[in-house]
């Protein structure tokens, strides 16, 4: 297990007093320290249900719940596929199974070095554009699997296309 | 900015604002939404103002007396990074950063239209300078958008410059809360979320509960993946929520207000939240508002991620901090809703459309619209249609006005097929039902429903079975699991779907998934599960042939799921020319240059780039 | 008392009580799941749905939470009900198998066969009875749901051994599908389904295991009992031995 980067008790304590210790307000506070450390780590969680006394089940359901949260640590690089309906009808299928046939993760994992994560989304609200695809919070329009590849190479993600 | 404690700050400040924006009639206006910034947006705006500063002027402006606006979404936003310039409206699309000089000095400074940068006439190819021309516009109604471009959605001062906050001060200051409560009922407004419940009765219910403290909730959860008229009000015009809530809770009684943002909505959130920041700064929110002795507030409240969280008794979990899962409401939330207290909740085009009613009253509102639906509605215009955006029709609008008229059709030359309403809770409509007016009632007649406002265009080449099937992976995803036939039914539906997507269902599947879907409808808990099946039934009910297709004949007529289609090259058209080969990603085509080349079917992954990139359409679907 | 009628019968119910209450009082049977009277109401099976009729609308509501009304009526089972309720065992024995609990239940409802595809992936219906007594009842929270839609499951948190559980069996016990086992050997208990082993305590009196090292704490912590009470089996207590 690597060491986290801030000491869960005190990032923990650190965001609950942003919210006054009030533990409705449990899906900001967990998002908050998922800004932190990337994902949710088991001690965080824990510390969590320490300091507000609301049942750890509880917390983990929430955690496992919400699209927002993660368990395990994420890739470097985060790709996202909107598979909104609007993109969908566009083709949005085939660039997500070209990349996850190009990055050898499927949809919503990562890899096992921990570069890549290749994940879905509902609808960012942006359907004139779509097919839509982010990388790492940059939006790319008008996504076809050519498109794509030619973007994963210029971004040295493949060396060559075939 | 200084507080407002009374009616008359109100209406000085409105005065003085007025007349201060009058001062500067000539100014521009860049979308500055999630939508255009994604296409560029951001770097015009940033293009325009060093231009305005190059030439002498502030282009920040004084206070409400702006010459450069970044606005709320204008909509059209297939055409998108738009610029508009007031008071004429002439109406710039595609804008590049580059173009910003040319419009600082030619149409700001001198009057000129640029007309390489205008919209044109799609039949006629003659350019139309403004925007009110533009078939797009011309066949819309705007009220709830029309802020939309004129105002800096940041800025209170910019709201109240152009009659922000008179509805709340009508209300507060002329009416009492029964009137308030009566005039929307007069109204006949129906909540916009996706039910259509008359607001009203809801508020009505509300109001007569007797409670020492009571909540009203915006949902700006906004979960239909393919709508996002929330996401633009919130951010292109926050202010008109922020008022609606406040009249709401004054008429209803409450104390305390939340707004429930998608997390996938950072600027919807941003925006919202200086909203209300500033209405308390004005001193709008609080106590003793205008004065008046009401107090009020609201607080946001982040989402984690879930459609059913737009489920009303799931939403109020969530606010409570709890794990977003329905339960049975045989009890009313205006009775026992967020912390089992009374409650409204609204959806956020619902709350925008109250200060229109408390303005110019609800007889004028009952003037647009249906005999039994009022007002307009914003849908959402995307897929195969050529012009794509936020389109805002009164109710009763039909299908086809909105799809041809100011969609412009189909966008490329193939045909129109179906429309789909009402996200993943509605239905997919054939062509025949074009001349249908939208309103709740037709559109849940018809199998589908009025949704949150999401309309999707569909052409020849969208597989109707697909379409179902992308609905139901999507629900049985996106299904709380508490209840036994959504979360259950909609795994075995989405097994049976994939099944006839794969060419291996057989006929006795289609009848089980229709009994299936009408079980699952029946005996879910909540709207979601309820709901789940229209996609499903629709589809088997206007595009029946096109299952038995996959079903019987192992064929996909719209050449979409993958296990039925193979690509592969005609080699009467293939020059040989390595293109194809170079880019396939799995090595599946053989031939050298010169040669014609082949598709070796089993190592296919169906991607389809040899067809996107082959300049010879030597590349088709068997 | 309310009046209402339930299949034709004329029945006088307490107020604030659930139609399936009522029911039960009568006499009439109605397929539940999900319910059991040591929690409240839960309305995720949906086994126990029914028609309620009320100024000339009808609808579709779940007996276990649907509080009794002056006049309705009620209908347990017309055609669209056991449609319904088939359908609804059908998707469940799919998911876990035909275990006897379910099997009984089928015959009775008129399940004849399973006509889904997918079959037998997990053994728990998700009633969520377990969850609920370890919460509401013993208030240990050892146990909860994870994920969402499809995914949801059982299990306890991280799906590993917690402190928490007292492997005192209440879930055990409320399982309507039996599935959560209990092994005790050698001075020890087990919960494999949770992971969970703990020690057993024995009488200090008689000499047998009588509860889990866990549960004597708990009471400890709760009541501040001495060691004395805590460690004499409650057969040995009611008999007045001490140590
Ligand atoms: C699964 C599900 C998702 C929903 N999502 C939303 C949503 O995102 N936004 C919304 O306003 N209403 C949504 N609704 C409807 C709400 O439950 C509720 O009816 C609505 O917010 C009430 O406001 P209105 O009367 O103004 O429409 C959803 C309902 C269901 C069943
Ligand atoms: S219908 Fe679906 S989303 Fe609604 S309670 Fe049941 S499982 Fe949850
Ligand atoms: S383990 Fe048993 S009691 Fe617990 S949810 Fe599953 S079926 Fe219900
Ligand atoms: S017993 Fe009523 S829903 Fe399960």
């Known amino acids: 297990m690597p060491q986290l980067p801030v000491e869960p008790a005190k990032a923990v304590s650190e965001i609950l007093s942003r919210y006054h210790g009030d533990p409705a307000r449990m899906i900001e506070i967990l998002q908050d320290l998922q800004e932190i450390y990337r994902y949710l780590p088991k001690e965080v969680i824990e510390e969590v249900s320490h300091q507000t006394e609301i049942p750890i089940n509880r917390i983990y359901h929430i955690a496992t719940f919400y699209k927002a949260f993660h368990l395990e640590p994420r890739g470097e690089t985060i790709i996202t596929v909107c598979t909104g309906t609007a993109c969908h009808v566009r083709g949005s299928f085939r660039t997500l199974d070209l990349l996850s046939e190009r990055l050898g993760v499927k949809p919503n994992e990562t890899s096992g070095d921990l570069k890549y994560t290749l994940e879905t989304v509902g609808c960012v609200g942006a359907c004139a554009l779509g097919p839509i695809v982010i990388i790492n919070g940059k939006y790319y329009g008008h996504m076809t699997p050519d498109r794509m590849d030619r973007v994963l190479k210029r971004m040295g993600i493949i060396e060559k296309y075939s | ?622 | 008392m309310v009046k209402i009628t339930i299949d034709g019968k004329k029945i006088s119910a307490k107020e604030g009580e659930t139609v399936l209450k009522a029911a039960q009082r009568a006499g009439i049977f109605i397929p539940t799941l999900c319910n059991n009277d040591a929690v409240k109401p839960y309305s995720a099976c949906r086994m126990c749905l029914v028609e309620v009729a009320k100024n000339g609308r009808t609808k579709l509501v779940t007996s276990c939470d649907y509080p009794v009304e002056e006049g309705i009526e009620v209908n347990t089972n017309t055609e669209r009900i056991q449609r319904d309720r088939k359908v609804i065992l059908e998707l469940l024995i799919a998911r876990t198998g035909e275990t006897p609990e379910l099997k009984k239940l089928a015959e009775k409802v008129g399940v004849k066969e399973v006509r889904f595809k997918v079959r037998n992936f997990d053994d728990c219906i998700l009633c969520g009875l377990c969850v609920r007594v370890c919460d509401e009842v013993v208030g240990a929270h050892a146990i909860g749901f994870r994920g969402r839609g499809m995914e949801r499951e059982v299990v306890p948190p991280f799906d590993v051994e917690n402190e928490q559980c007292l492997a005192c069996g209440a879930c055990a016990e409320i399982c309507p599908v039996n599935i959560i086992d209990i092994f005790e050997h050698d001075g020890t208990r087990e919960l494999p389904k949770w992971h969970k082993k703990s020690r057993l305590v024995a009488c200090r009196v008689c000499g047998k295991y009588f509860a889990t090292e866990e549960e004597i704490e708990m009471i400890r912590a709760k009541t501040g009992l001495p060691d004395e009470i805590l460690y004499v089996c409650p057969d040995c207590r009611e008999h007045n031995f001490t140590i």
């Not at chain 2, 008359?8 to 001062?23: A, F, G, H, V």
């Not at chain 2, 490329?412 to 996200?423: D, I, L, N, Y």
């Not at chain 2, 598709?599 to 300049?615: A, F, L, N, S």
């Open chain 2, 1 to 622: 900015m200084r507080s407002i404690r009374k009616k008359e700050d109100l209406l000085n400040l409105y005065e003085n604002l007025r007349k201060e924006r009058e001062k500067q009639g000539k100014f521009i206006s860049v979308c500055v939404d999630t939508g255009c910034l994604a296409t560029g947006s951001g770097a015009v705006f940033s293009a325009l103002k060093e231009e305005i500063a190059k030439a002498g002027l502030n282009p920040e402006g004084e206070g409400v007396k702006k010459i450069l606006r970044g606005t709320g979404s204008l909509g059209f936003d297939s055409e998108n990074p738009v610029v508009v310039i007031y008071p004429e409206k002439i109406f710039y699309r595609k804008v590049r950063p580059g173009d910003a000089k040319y419009i600082v000095h030619k149409t700001l400074l001198n009057g000129e239209i640029i007309e390489r940068l205008l919209y044109k006439d799609p039949e006629t190819n003659e350019p139309i300078p403004y925007l009110d021309d533009i078939p797009f516009y011309k066949h819309q109604k705007r009220l709830l958008l029309a802020n939309h471009g004129i105002i800096d959605p940041l800025s209170i001062e910019e709201y109240i410059s152009i009659g922000g906050y008179q509805a709340l001060l009508k209300a507060l200051t002329e009416m009492e809360p029964p009137q308030i409560v009566e005039e929307v009922k007069k109204s006949k407004l129906r909540g916009r979320g996706g039910a259509g419940f008359p607001t009203g009765i809801k508020w009505e219910d509300a109001a007569k509960r007797d409670s020492d403290i009571k909540y009203v909730i915006c949902n700006a959860d906004e979960g239909d993946p393919g709508a996002y008229m929330d996401r633009s009000l919130l951010e292109g015009d926050p202010h008109s929520v922020v008022e609606g809530m406040i009249i709401g809770a004054y008429a209803v009684g409450a104390s305390h207000g939340y707004i429930y943002v998608r997390r996938e909505y950072p600027k919807a959130l941003e925006s919202a939240t200086k909203a209300i920041e500033d209405a308390r700064e004005a001193g709008l929110l609080g106590d003793n508002i205008l004065g008046t002795g009401f107090s009020f507030d609201i607080e946001i409240a982040r989402g984690g991620g879930a459609f059913v969280a737009g489920e009303s008794t799931a939403l109020m979990a969530s606010i409570e901090g709890k794990p977003a899962e329905p339960h049975t409401k045989y009890i009313h939330a205006t009775q026992a809703g967020l912390y089992s207290k009374p409650t409204v909740l609204n959806n956020v085009e619902t709350w925008a459309n109250v200060p229109i009613i408390i303005n110019k009253g609800a007889d004028w509102y009952g003037n647009i619209g249906t005999e039994k639906s009022k007002g307009t509605k914003i849908f959402s215009l995307v897929g195969a249609v050529k012009n794509s955006g936020l389109v805002e029709v009164p109710i009763g609008t039909t299908l086809r006005e909105v799809i041809f008229d100011i969609g412009g059709g189909i966008a490329s030359e193939k045909k129109f097929k179906a429309v789909q309403t009402g996200g993943p809770s509605g239905g997919v409509l054939p062509e025949s039902l074009l001349d249908m007016p939208i309103d709740f009632d037709t559109l849940t007649k018809a199998g589908s429903m009025m949704g949150s406002g999401g309309m999707i265009i569909m052409d020849e080449h969208t597989c109707m079975v697909d379409v179902a099937r992308y609905y139901i992976d999507f629900l049985s995803k996106e299904s709380c699991g508490k209840c036994t036939p959504c979360r259950e039914g909609l795994r075995q539906m989405l097994d049976i779907l994939t099944r006839i997507t794969q060419g291996e269902a057989t006929m006795d599947d289609l009848d089980l998934l229709e009994e299936l879907s009408y079980v699952v409808k029946d005996a879910s808990l909540c709207g979601l599960g309820q709901t789940a099946p229209n996609p499903v039934l629709s589809t088997l009910k206007y595009f029946r042939d096109e299952y038995v297709a996959h079903v019987r004949d192992k064929h996909c007529p719209a050449g979409v799921c993958a296990a039925l289609i193979e690509y592969e090259i005609i080699p009467e058209k293939c020059t040989g020319c390595l293109a194809c080969k170079v880019r396939c990603p799995v090595g599946a085509i053989e031939g050298e240059k010169g040669e014609v080349h082949k598709i070796d079917p089993d190592k296919c992954i169906r991607c389809g780039i040899c067809m996107e990139v082959c300049t010879f359409d030597a590349v088709r679907i068997k």
